[in-house]
């Protein structure tokens, strides 16, 4: 079992144990916020159990069918985790608007808030384990699993203190909107992660300052050679996917090109983790005077 996937099994258990933290703190109070909160753990718990299935999928090796790997798998749990994000916000949107018509007391308060609380603090120091891991071994599963924990904790503090406002106060119909507020923050935080995931699927781009440093290291081992255009890249998963056009002297032997080659890609890949390079050799005459030139 990979590091991942043993994250992704952490992340189901923790998820099981604040969803039962959460959902205790909403019965006894039977308030609507913490029950939004308690909802958006359900998602969570879906979330972690979508992702550990992805990344043992993710986790083939290449065969006939998928040469190159199987590493996309991340990115449909991913968005799959971002749809039931949404769902769970338009859950979330019902139970208010029901809150809103029919207005009751919170009970057990104190408990109630404790037991929320508790399970904050687990979320909190979770989701920035799952983050930085996930960041470290490149694995988008995990960092959509912690970053959708963080957004869990940003709106459990907020309704943990919209609850004792609600108490102080008096005035029942802010525990229906606290919740409406709370799910409008959740379907931003889904539709967001569904728009990055997308961009994966759709083979977009990996950031600027990666490029850039592609094109600095091409241009700096390349001795020897031209030039290097039409440099193209993209992400699957794990996998950077990268490949150009290299232009050489005409009168450059085949063992000589490759040697270029060679220095090109152990430059690339001592900088560069789970980087897939492939170079094209070309004549002089191909040159563009546009691509990466050779320093």
Not at 218 to 247: K, M, P, Q, S, Y
Not at 260 to 266: K, L, P, T
């Amino acid at each position: 079992m990979s590091k991942a996937e043993r994250f992704a099994l952490g992340s189901l258990a923790m998820g099981l144990l604040v969803l039962g933290l959460k959902a205790a703190a909403w019965w006894v109070t039977d308030s609507a916020a913490l029950y939004s909160d308690a909802l958006e753990s359900i998602v969570n718990v879906a979330a972690s159990l979508v992702a550990f299935i992805a990344l043992r999928f993710a986790a083939l090796p290449a065969d006939d069918n998928h040469p190159y790997g199987h590493d996309k798998a991340e990115f449909f749990a991913a968005v799959i985790e971002g749809v039931l994000i949404v769902v769970a916000a338009l859950s979330i949107f019902r139970h208010a608007w029901e809150t809103w018509a029919d207005p009751h007391p919170i009970t057990m308060a104190t408990q109630g808030i404790a037991l929320s609380a508790s399970a904050t603090v687990l979320n909190l120091i979770w989701s920035l384990v799952l983050i930085r891991v996930g960041r470290r071994i490149r694995s988008p599963a995990l960092v959509a699993d912690g970053r959708h924990l963080m957004t869990d904790v940003v709106t459990s503090v907020g309704i943990v203190a919209g609850v004792i406002l609600t108490i102080v106060t008096g005035y029942l119909p802010l525990d229906p909107i606290l919740a409406a507020a709370t799910g409008l923050y959740v379907l931003g935080s889904g539709m967001q992660m569904i728009r990055s995931s997308v961009g994966g699927l759709m083979d977009a781009a990996p950031e600027p300052a990666v490029l850039h440093k592609i094109r600095e290291l091409v241009a700096i081992n390349a001795a020897g050679a031209i030039e290097a255009h039409d440099l193209r890249t993209r992400h699957a998963g794990r996998l950077t996917f990268l490949d150009f056009h290299l232009v050489v002297p005409g009168t450059m032997t085949v063992a000589e090109s490759h040697d270029i080659c060679d220095r090109i890609e152990a430059a690339l890949h001592a900088e560069m983790d789970h980087l897939m390079v492939t170079i094209h050799v070309e004549p002089e005459e191909k040159a563009k005077q546009t691509g990466v030139p050779v320093l």
